[in-house]
């Protein structure tokens, strides 16, 4: 969901604090450490605290606002998103009768094919997070399919699998773009909004939005490949 944040009040580590200064570290002795989860969901957020042996120490959820501002469209305010993400963190490290100096890392599951975009530069967002159940770009993606480029893949893939019996020909074979997919919305995006078409040009839109001051953040290869993102530049483009 983030990028280095330009505000330093929006790190999770000044709204990670509040939770859990209040349960302290007896003796000033290093407490056992533990792990946060954290589903970010299409309709709640739901974070777990667990111990070594996995355990649940503490639990929170909130429900999540969706927007509907056309008949089709659905989207999320990151920042209401935050604001809910934090709180929700922070009400499982209470429940759990922690501090946020106990926990030693976090996990998060998102949801895929949801997205928004930044000014590198500036910070500045260019509107909500555009969910994976948007269909905003329904159109261009069955112009997409049903063009002769689209016919031409899949015809070339089919005749190559034939003949080599490979199943990465076979792949292209049965390529077909769908609604939930980000890179239909980034061009419909990049079609209908004049100034995320002009910095993109100027190579300053991000799409990572808010880690904080996180030293390390991790991902594997699938959420990379459903945003269709090569994961070799991502830490230089991101």
């Known amino acids: 969901m983030s990028d280095e944040a330009n505000e330093p009040d929006a790190s999770p580590s000044a709204g990670l604090g509040e939770a859990g200064e209040a349960a302290g570290e007896a003796g000033g002795a290093r407490r056992e450490g533990y792990i946060l989860a954290v589903d970010v969901g299409t309709s709640t957020l739901r974070c777990h605290v667990y111990d070594k042996l996995a355990n649940v120490k503490g639990s929170s959820s909130k429900k999540v606002h969706l927007l509907h501002p056309q008949p089709g469209w ?79 893949v899949n015809g070339g893939g089919g005749f190559l699998y034939f003949m080599s019996r490979s199943k990465r020909f076979l792949a292209a074979n049965i390529l077909k773009f769908r609604s ?41 290869r699938r959420p990379g490949v459903r945003y269709g993102l090569f994961l070799r530049q991502c830490n230089r483009h991101l």
Not at 83 to 111: K, W
Not at 209 to 218: I, Y
């Open 180 to 220: 939930q997919h980000v890179t239909m919305k980034l061009l419909w995006m990049l079609q209908n909004n004049l100034t995320v078409a002009e910095k993109a040009c100027l190579q300053r839109i991000g799409f990572i939005w808010n880690c904080g001051n996180l030293s390390v953040v991790e991902t594997d």
């Open 74 to 152: 659905v989207e999320m305010d990151p920042e209401v998103l935050w604001t809910d993400f934090v709180d929700v963190v922070n009400e499982a490290i209470r429940a759990a009768g922690l501090s946020a100096s106990q926990i030693d890392g976090m996990g998060i599951s998102t949801q895929r094919n949801t997205f928004t975009m930044w000014d590198r530069e500036t910070g500045e967002l260019y509107g909500n997070f555009i969910t994976w159940q948007d269909l905003r770009c329904s159109k261009l993606v069955k112009e997409w399919n049903n063009s002769l480029s689209m016919k031409a």
